[in-house]
């Protein structure tokens, strides 16, 4: 993986990070307002630091993450509406049972329907799935698909890292 990745935020349950044009969030534990929050605000400034590059974000939820109250639910759905004008995709890809992603769907179809705009989510069945949509607006250097799952692999190990006693 020839581009970096740029670790905004690592908690135990939480993580941002920042790769090639990809603003990436990592789920384990529960949504927070504060995290929401953060979100909003780093990915505000990854868009201006990007310039007219292509953006988007991938949103990955794991099997561990419980789902959102619905404060964090209208955080979470402001967030994203924020950003979505200045955003290609906006990927969540909702990691675990068939049974756990219909639950992520339904929680995105609402952060949706609370949108002010037009805000339009997609979701993944994969990381393979994510990284094919994502890939032909990434630069030559990132490495395309492999990359990115390189990327959201380190990000991955740096927060079990820092689980770990």
Sequence with gaps: MSEQLNVHIIEPGY????????????????????AAA???????????EKGQSICSSLSIVESSSPPPSDKVRLALSASFDALSASMRHQIVLAEGSVARSALVRGVGLTLSNFSSS?????????????AMTLAPDLSPAAGGEMGLKGAVRELRTRMSDIARP
């Design 15 to 34: 993580g941002i990070a920042a790769w090639d044009r990809v603003l990436i969030q990592l789920w384990r534990g529960p949504a927070t307002l504060d």
């Design 38 to 48: 953060r979100w909003l605000k780093i990915g505000k400034a990854f868009v201006l």
């Design 118 to 130: 037009s805000l339009f989510l997609k979701f993944a069945v994969s990381l393979d799935e994510a």
